[in-house]
């Protein structure tokens, strides 16, 4: 019979650590980033950082997790984010049409809550025209 495979082994003064601390301590960062995907962040959409846009994304619907990494990765911000249209969101990874518009629907929001006026899609969008 063979054990079940583990990385991890039995340290008498601390209980069980693993053999790459650093692989610990990078998976505790994630994690951490990942916990706070559920808040909206502060204040103007539009002075939003790249990483408080991919977080924001993730936390409209448990379906657009998987879109965070593809706004981040293309270094979408703030500025950037409230003036995408649908085919940027295409470019983005975001398929379906309802997906899209939802998510340009919750730009609206967030850009409304902060009292920001500004907010409205280019005037290629054809949602707007």
């Avoid at 408080?52 to 379906?63: I, L, R």
């Avoid at 649908?86 to 049409?97: F, I, R, V």
């Amino acid at each position: 019979r063979i054990p079940p495979y583990s990385p991890r082994r039995k340290d008498s003064s601390s209980g069980l650590k693993s053999d790459n601390r650093a692989a610990d301590e990078a998976d505790e960062k994630e994690n951490e980033r990942m916990s706070s995907d559920n808040a909206m962040p502060e204040g103007d959409p539009r002075e939003w950082t790249g990483p408080q846009v991919g977080n924001w994304v993730g936390s409209v619907a448990p379906a657009y997790k998987k879109f965070r990494t593809a706004f981040e990765e293309n270094g979408v911000d703030g500025p950037t984010l409230v003036e995408l249209d649908e085919e940027d969101l295409k470019e983005l990874g975001l398929t379906k049409g309802f997906q899209r518009r939802r998510l340009l629907r919750e730009i609206g929001k967030a850009c409304q809550s902060a009292g920001v006026d500004a907010w409205g899609p280019p005037a290629r969008s054809p949602l707007y025209s």
